[in-house]
T-cell receptor
């Protein structure tokens, strides 16, 4: 079983629709990272969450630590939102005594928004 | 700031050839990482470094070596390339100190081993 599971794997929407992408994990501590990978391949960070909810423009990310689940929502979707959205969980520490952790990545959700 | 840059962007190798991928960051980040991305799989950590002169193995280190002689550079080497190493390689960096520090990714290197 993958440590980080995303659903759906593929999602096609019409412009203007409300989008939800889900992420469930079986490992990790208490933080989660949402990333966006554009068709050209570049990866950018969208959100880092340790609790609750964050909002940036039309993007909203929520996390439920007890249920080990996070959702990424896109309101009023647009064709430029078409990309792969990747969930990653901060898991065990790199080094003993260190304060940084490695990311365990999901396989990604391919979102296509049609005009 | 250029952020994280990777050289080269594309490369085709024959089995058994060697090459080095260069990652450079100008954000004075302590931590640097090399990942590979394969179809149908999530990004997987190859090696990482928590500071100049230090490196450590990640999830899939076999067939790769790394060096971090300068804080801003992290090199990934393939001594004898194999077709299984055909992949897209991403470098990333982050500040030390908190697991909430954002990881900044390079644009990727697409490597094909024939």
């Amino acid at each position: 079983k993958n440590e980080v599971e995303q659903s759906p794997q593929n999602l096609t929407a019409q412009e203007g629709e409300f989008i939800t992408i889900n992420c469930s994990y079986s490992v990790g501590i208490s933080a989660l990272h949402w990333l966006q990978q554009h068709p050209g391949g570049g990866i950018v960070s969208l959100f880092m969450l340790s609790s609750g909810k964050k909002k940036h423009g039309r993007l909203i990310a929520t996390i439920n630590i007890q249920e080990k689940h996070s959702s990424l929502h896109i309101t009023a979707s647009h064709p430029r939102d078409s990309a792969v959205y990747i969930c990653a969980v901060f898991s065990r520490p790199f080094n003993s005594g260190g304060s940084n952790y490695k990311l365990t990545f999901g396989k990604g959700t391919l979102l296509t928004v049609n005009p | 700031n250029a952020g994280v840059t990777q050289t080269p962007k594309f490369r085709v190798l024959k089995t058994g050839q060697s090459m080095t991928l260069l990652c450079a960051q100008d954000m004075n980040h302590e931590y640097m990482y090399w990942y590979r991305q394969d179809p149908g799989m999530g990004l997987r950590l190859i090696h990482y470094s928590v500071g100049e002169g230090t490196t450590a193995k990640g999830e899939v280190p076999d067939g790769y070596n790394v060096s971090r002689l300068k804080k801003q550079n992290f090199l990934l080497g393939l001594e004898s390339a194999a077709p299984s190493q055909t992949s897209v390689y991403f470098c990333a960096s982050t500040r030390a100190g908190s697991y909430l520090n954002e990881q900044f990714f390079g644009p990727g290197t697409r490597l094909t081993v024939l």
